[in-house]
C-alpha cells in the first residue's frame, strides 16, 4: 500500500467514535496514517421508533458500507450486532479487533440485582431479544421502549427520580428556613438543595435537565457500550445471569468492514483477533441459518474452549412466553460447517418457527 491516509468510515454517535478511534489508533500505532469519516444513517435520522422497526437492512450500517463500496472511504467501523448477515456483493468483514464483554447488565439508581426489582418494574430497552428475556425470567415486569445514545438510557433513567428529590429539597430548605430562619438546618436533608447539587455529577447534572415521559425502575445495557462510553463506574449495575441473557450475536465485537484487496489484508493483518474472529463466526453463521437477522429475539455466544467452541443459544417469542434454549459444543477445526449443522437442529427443534413469528409480530406493529 502506498503511503497514504486510510479513510475510516464511522457512525457520528459518542460510542461509534469511541470504537472508531479505536481501530484507529490501532492502524496508528502500526504506522498507518488514518483518519476518521462521521456518516449519518439512516437509524441516526430517526430517534423516536424502536430499532426492530427501522427494517433488516442495517439501520445503523448501510450507509457506511455504500461509502466503502463507492470508494469515498478505505473501511467502516460497526458494532457486529448491528450487521445484517447478508452483506453486499463485494463487501468483506476485513477486521475484528478482541471483543469487549460481551453480556448485558441491569443499571439502576443503586445497582439492584434483577431479583430485587419490585414487582411491577418498569424495565427500558430498545432491543427485541431483551425484552423477550426479561419477560421470559420476570413475567411481571413492565418492558418499555427506551432509544438514544448510551449516555441518554441512563439520564433517562435517572431523570425523574433526581427531579423529584430535587422538588423534596427545595420543598425541606422552604420549610427550614420558614421555620428557624436560614441558619438552622434541622430539615429533613443533611444537604442544603445548592449544596447537594453540586455534589452530583455531570451525568446527574444532564439528567436535571432531561424531560422523559416514562419513569423508569431500571434500564438494560451492554457491559461494552458503557465501558466504552467511560459510564462502567459512573453508573450502579448488575450483570444479568447470562444462563437466562444470552447476549446479541457478535456483541461486544467490533468490524472493520473493506471492498479492497489491498486493504482487507492490511486491516485483516493489523487488527483481527483469531479468536474473537472464530466466536463471531459462529454466532452470525448460527444466525444467519436460522433466518433471525439481526433484530430478531435471539440471543448466541460462543467461547473458544480449547479445540471446542461452547455455544449458548436462547430463541424466544416476543412476550417470552416460549424459549429455547440450548447448548453445544463445536469442534474448533471446523466451526463453521459445525454451526450450520447446529442451526439446522434448532430449526427443527421449533427455532425457525419462533423467529417467524417474532418477526411477523415486529411488522405487524
Given amino acids: 500500500m502506498t503511503n ?18 479505536s481501530v484507529q489508533d490501532a492502524l496508528a500505532s502500526r504506522r498507518l496514517d488514518v483518519e476518521l469519516v462521521e456518516v449519518e444513517t439512516e437509524g441516526d435520522k430517526i430517534q423516536d421508533t424502536l430499532i426492530h422497526r427501522l427494517g433488516k437492512t442495517g439501520a445503523f450500517v448501510r450507509a457506511l458500507d455504500e461509502r466503502v463500496l463507492d470508494g469515498e472511504v478505505d473501511a467502516a467501523v460497526h458494532s457486529m450486532k448491528d450487521m445484517p448477515t447478508e452483506k ?5 468483514v476485513a477486521g475484528v479487533p478482541e471483543r469487549a464483554p460481551a453480556g448485558d447488565v441491569l443499571v439502576t439508581r443503586e445497582g439492584h440485582d434483577i431479583d430485587d426489582l419490585p414487582e411491577g418494574a418498569v424495565v427500558g430497552t430498545s432491543s427485541l431479544r431483551r425484552q423477550a428475556q426479561l419477560l421470559n425470567y420476570r413475567d411481571d415486569l413492565e418492558v418499555e421502549p427506551l432509544r438514544g445514545n ?27 428556613q420558614g ?26 447534572r444532564q439528567a436535571m435537565e432531561r424531560k422523559v415521559d416514562t419513569e423508569y425502575d431500571a434500564i438494560v445495557l451492554a457491559e461494552a457500550g458503557l465501558k466504552r462510553s467511560g459510564l462502567l463506574d459512573k453508573v450502579s449495575y448488575a450483570r444479568l445471569p447470562r444462563s437466562d441473557f444470552v447476549p446479541a450475536p457478535g456483541q461486544g465485537a467490533i468490524a472493520v468492514t473493506a471492498s479492497d484487496e489491498e486493504i482487507i489484508d492490511l486491516v485483516h493483518d493489523k487488527l483481527d483477533h483469531a479468536r474473537t474472529r472464530v466466536e463471531t463466526t459462529v454466532e452470525r453463521t448460527i444466525l444467519a441459518e436460522l433466518g433471525g437477522g439481526c433484530i430478531a429475539p435471539v ?23 416460549e ?24 430449526r427443527e427443534r421449533g427455532a425457525g418457527q419462533l423467529i ?10
Avoid: C, Y
Fill in 4 to 21: 497514504r491516509t486510510l479513510r475510516l468510515a464511522t457512525r457520528g454517535s459518542a460510542l461509534a467514535r469511541t470504537q472508531a478511534a
Fill in 88 to 92: 453486499p456483493n463485494g463487501l468483506v
Fill in 150 to 176: 448510551v449516555d441518554t438510557r441512563v439520564e433517562k433513567l435517572l431523570a425523574t427520580h433526581l427531579q423529584r428529590e430535587h422538588e423534596q429539597r427545595v420543598d425541606d430548605d422552604k420549610e427550614r
Fill in 179 to 204: 421555620k428557624h430562619g436560614k441558619t438552622d438546618h434541622d430539615g429533613e436533608f443533611d444537604q442544603r438543595v445548592d449544596e447537594w447539587f453540586d455534589s452530583l455529577s455531570e451525568l446527574e
Fill in 299 to 321: 440471543g448466541i455466544h460462543a467461547l473458544v474452549q480449547g479445540k471446542h467452541v461452547h455455544v449458548d443459544v436462547h430463541v424466544l417469542a416476543t412476550d417470552g412466553s
Fill in 323 to 346: 424459549a429455547i434454549k440450548t447448548t453445544r459444543d463445536l469442534p474448533i477445526g471446523n466451526h463453521a460447517t459445525a454451526a450450520r449443522d447446529f442451526a439446522a437442529d434448532l
Fill in 356 to 365: 417467524e413469528e417474532a418477526s411477523a409480530d415486529a411488522e405487524d406493529e
